[in-house]
């Protein structure tokens, strides 16, 4: 069974704090991807990596910064969080071949107070 | 401008309608997805295409390449099959995503 996992569900955290999400796939795929989504706005893309060390910034990549040290995981963080980063966060992965179905993790709900 | 666009935004239907939710993109794409999103965040894929049309159960999912127009279609809709239905298109290593159709079925 295939998986995506991330390192919380739910994460309060305090203006001008760090912020590091994980997530970690088992399934040796190249390409992992970060998303933030909000109401009416959809899934934004903010980075995604397709190769061990390799990065590129996604729709709304400002504010944030991701780390690929190991094919496995990919990390998601936010240097000085802000009240507008309070969103849902999804960590997806998938193979680096054309056409493959993308999996998801289940989400960090980040709260920025 | 968007490069997916849904529609319709909001679909609200009795159980048992058979449901309609169209996607539109702009982009040379070499898959498309539809994707499902229940109330508390969990994203579910249901289909990928590149041609033609795939079944599963209830769910149909067509796509037409040359006008870049897919749907996806519930028969006999249940509340179950309420949730955030996504449409999302790849190309290259990048993935766009429409905003989403929100669905009730009512019983």
């Known amino acids: 069974d295939v998986k995506v996992t991330q390192s919380s569900r739910y994460l309060v955290k305090r203006t001008g704090e760090k912020v590091f999400l994980e997530c970690v796939q088992d399934?040796?795929?190249?390409?992992m991807f970060w998303y933030r989504q909000d109401p009416g706005l959809g899934l934004r893309l903010i980075y995604f990596?397709?190769?061990?060390?390799?990065?590129e910034k996604g729709d709304i990549p400002e504010g944030y910064s991701v780390s690929r040290e190991k094919k496995e995981r990919f990390s998601l963080i936010l240097e000085s969080a802000s009240t507008n980063q309070t969103s849902m966060y999804l960590c997806?992965?998938?193979?680096?071949?054309?056409?493959?179905?993308?999996?998801f993790g289940p989400g960090t709900r980040l709260t920025v107070l | 401008k968007n490069e997916v666009e849904q529609s319709p935004q909001n679909l609200t239907a009795q159980e048992g309608e058979f449901i309609t939710i169209n996607c539109s993109y702009s982009?040379?794409?070499?898959?498309l997805h539809w994707l499902q999103q229940h109330p508390g965040g969990g994203i579910v894929s249901l289909f990928m295409?590149?041609?033609g049309k795939k079944k599963h159960g209830r769910l149909i999912a067509t796509i037409n390449i040359q006008e870049k127009h897919s749907s996806l279609h519930i028969t006999a809709s249940h509340p179950r099959d309420s949730a955030v239905y996504i449409c999302?298109?790849?190309?290259?290593?990048?993935?766009?995503f429409g905003a989403g159709t929100r669905l009730t079925v009512k019983p």
């Open positions: 399934m040796d795929h190249e390409n």
């Open positions: 990596s397709y190769d061990v060390k390799m990065k």
């Open positions: 295409l590149s041609s």
């Open positions: 999302a298109v790849r190309f290259n290593n990048d993935m766009r």
């Open positions: 982009v040379g794409i070499s898959a």
């Open positions: 997806a992965s998938t193979s680096s071949g054309s056409a493959d179905t993308q999996y």
